[in-house]
């Protein structure tokens, strides 16, 4: 069994859910951002296990894969999941701090 992501829902018409509302980006498109951003490069097989947990964890959404082979990756709603996570992980942190300062 290959570490691949659940196929998406089935397709519907282009007219009905265009790409263009979405932000959306293949593997590649992903690994160039971060390369231009951080001035370094994720080996792809790494890139592509951290995508695969996100998606599992609905962080990013798997959409499609292109006729060359590569995943397209919607990230709509990446920065608020990742957000909402992150500020309940703080949340917890905080009153976990508080329940061991009072007693």
Do not use: K, N
Not at 10 to 37: F, H, M, N, Y
Not at 83 to 100: F, K, S
């Amino acid at each position: 069994m290959t570490d691949r992501p659940p196929s998406p829902p089935t397709p519907t018409p282009a007219s009905d859910d265009p790409l263009e509302d979405r932000v959306v980006a293949t593997t590649a498109q992903l690994s160039e951002s971060i390369a231009d951003a951080l001035g370094c490069r994720l080996a792809d097989a790494t890139l592509e296990t951290l995508l695969l947990e996100l998606d599992r964890h609905e962080f990013v959404d798997w959409v499609t894969v292109t006729r060359s082979g590569d995943y397209v990756w919607d990230l709509s709603e990446t920065p608020d999941r990742l957000g909402d996570a992150i500020a309940d992980a703080l949340v917890a942190r905080l009153e976990a701090w508080l329940v061991a300062s009072d007693g």
